[in-house]
């Protein structure tokens, strides 16, 4: 057996908000659309993770979601833009990324990253 992916599912009565935050901001293409359910994703460049942890690091709290950018600077500035309040950073974590936390309409707590 291979597990092919994992996708985070957001419970929500409003699943076009999510088209702004993630299509839009974030640039990732609309995979699925049943009308009930919508995924956001890329066949290319997604990897299977999953991760379990008791905090965010930094004595921050745990995200709901970790998105890994090529450039977080340019995310961080499009999240700005896009008039998404940023709630932690943007910062350089001694173990190697650069990251901030921002809230996606859903009010998830979502980790937005780059390796160094």
């Not at 597990?3 to 908000?17: E, L, S």
């Not at 293409?29 to 956001?40: P, Q």
Request: hydrophobic share 45%.
């Amino acid at each position: 057996m291979t597990v092919r992916r994992i996708i985070a599912n957001i419970d929500t009565r409003d699943i076009a908000a999510a088209r702004r935050f993630y299509g839009d901001v974030l640039g990732l293409d609309l995979l699925m659309d049943h009308g009930w359910i919508a995924t956001y994703g890329s066949d290319e460049t997604m990897a299977v993770q999953i991760s379990v942890a008791e905090q965010g690091g930094s004595g921050t709290p745990t995200p709901d979601l970790s998105i890994e950018v090529d450039d977080v600077d340019v995310a961080l500035a499009r999240m700005r833009e896009a008039g998404f309040a940023i709630e932690y950073g943007p910062a350089d974590e001694p173990w190697g990324v650069r990251r901030f936390y921002v809230r996606d309409p859903f009010g998830k707590l979502v980790n937005i990253l780059s390796h160094a």
